[in-house]
């Protein structure tokens, strides 16, 4: 099957143009500081969402939400990159402009699927009717833009240019998939206060039929579910989203916004039910993930490394937000797992010395592990540790004031991030409970400059936060402040700096 294409509109390419010269200027002006060494951020300009994540012809391409021409988020543009590994990265031209009478002030998020030698691109075209930033008085449509070359798209305008209640403003983020000789699409809507997941389906990309909504919300779980992604795994069907409007609860849902699943099934009607709300991160800064079944059947997903509302220090510097590394999901035991996508041990670039790297009690430092770019795995025995913290103090200032702490809280039997020094902008404690009775935790920590991702439990929880250190404040630290337990590091690396 294809798809055949239009001639793009002649006002696209200039528009396209127009941003890659502003990225280009960008680049000129950017403070390398914060800047990632192996994570994907915008070349300049602001990024969110990932998009689009897909597998065409032997390679992976990121799509995401960018404005090319600002460190602030504005007009949204798709921007592009691709990779054969997942670990060297290569930044494509922008794949998507704004600007016509379907997407006039915003190609907003979408998805990215194959037909045939096509990679087509099903995204919410955006238009303010009154002000700027009047959510009241907006239009959101479906689009559809297609490709053979995987790098320039031809823009065919609203394939759903309608919700299916007139009532619903809100209505955004498609997520297709083939299934049974179908494409199928899902869409974040939001009727009245309660967020609902409309259902189509077509045979040919371009013609879309109203099914009926897969699942609605209740009392309590939020306004609007931005991002709604399904996922079949052992069996069971997962819905992955990024509610808005859902209230803390004690240590839970302390950002602004959220991403997370729930496990369940849908029904030969096509109504999906599931069991609770699931965060899928614990840390500061995770949303709108995405995920794509890659040809060898895992399950990957990527989120945004960052959260609305929060501290941006690197908007001084010409840029800002970056995207997690990509990860594998797996299902056990009614929860996602997930672990650093397994190509990423290619980035490991030199193993550093770990013998001394243990601490039982006070503090020790370890010098020959400082660094902004690390991996390192760590044990945390806590047996007998009924009081107290136990655990590690990264991207240290020599003056002591500046330490992201990473640390088992025995009171609270919980896994904590501290970032209240962790330099610029940035506060507050994230945190993840342990399973009752563990003895002992494994953690796998990535830093890059300006974040950290840790992988807990063999991927039972994850904790992902931005911090913003002086380039200088690199040490590392480990300390035992409690009755009994200790912390190991048992193997660490310097890892490279890969992004095109
Ligand atoms: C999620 C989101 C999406 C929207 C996009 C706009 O972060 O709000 O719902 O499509 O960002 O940039």
Known sequence: MSLSMNPPSPAIPAALEHAQHAV?????????????????????????????????????????????????????YWGHAKSRDLVNWQHLPIALAPG??????????????????TLALLYTGHTWLGEVGDESAMRQVQCLATSTDGIHFAKLGAVIDAPPDAAIVHFRDPKVWREDDHWYLIVGARLSDRPCVPLYRSSDLRHWEFLDYLCSGDEGDGYMWECPDLLR?????????????????????????????RVGRVDDARHFSGGPFIELDNGHDFYAAQTLLAADGRRLLWAWLDMWESPMPSKAHHWCGMLGLPRELELRDERLH???????????????????????????RLPELAGDLLELEVRLDLAGCSQGRLGLALRCSEDGAEQTLLYYDARLHRLVLDRDRSGAGVDGQRSAALVPGQQWLELRLFLDRSSIEVFAADG???????????????GVR??????????TIRRAWRLAAQIA
Do not use: K
Request: proline letters at 9%; hydrophobic letters at 35%; glycine letters at 10%.
């Open 100 to 117: 016509d009478a379907f997407d006039r002030h915003g190609c907003f998020s979408g998805s990215a699927v194959v037909c045939g030698d």
């Open 233 to 261: 795994l052992n069996g069971r069907d997962v819905l992955l989203y990024s509610p808005q409007g859902m209230q803390p609860d004690g240590f839970a849902r302390l950002n602004r916004f959220h991403t997370g699943y």
């Open 24 to 76: 280009h200027e960008g680049i000129s002006r950017l403070v390398p500081d914060y800047r990632p060494g192996y994570h994907l951020a915008p070349q300049a300009g602001w990024m969110n969402d990932p998009n689009g994540v897909v597998f065409f012809r032997g390679e992976y391409h990121v799509f995401y939400q960018h404005h090319p021409f600002d460190p602030n988020w504005g007009p949204m």
């Open 338 to 364: 997930s672990f650093p996508a397994r190509e990423l041990t290619a980035l490991r670039q030199q193993a550093l010395p770990v013998e001394t790297a243990t601490c039982s009690d006070g503090h020790r």
């Open 460 to 474: 039972r929880f994850s904790l992902s936060s931005r911090l913003y250190p002086r380039p200088d404040s690199l």
């Open 478 to 487: 480990l300390f035992a402040e409690a009755d009994d337990g200790r912390v």
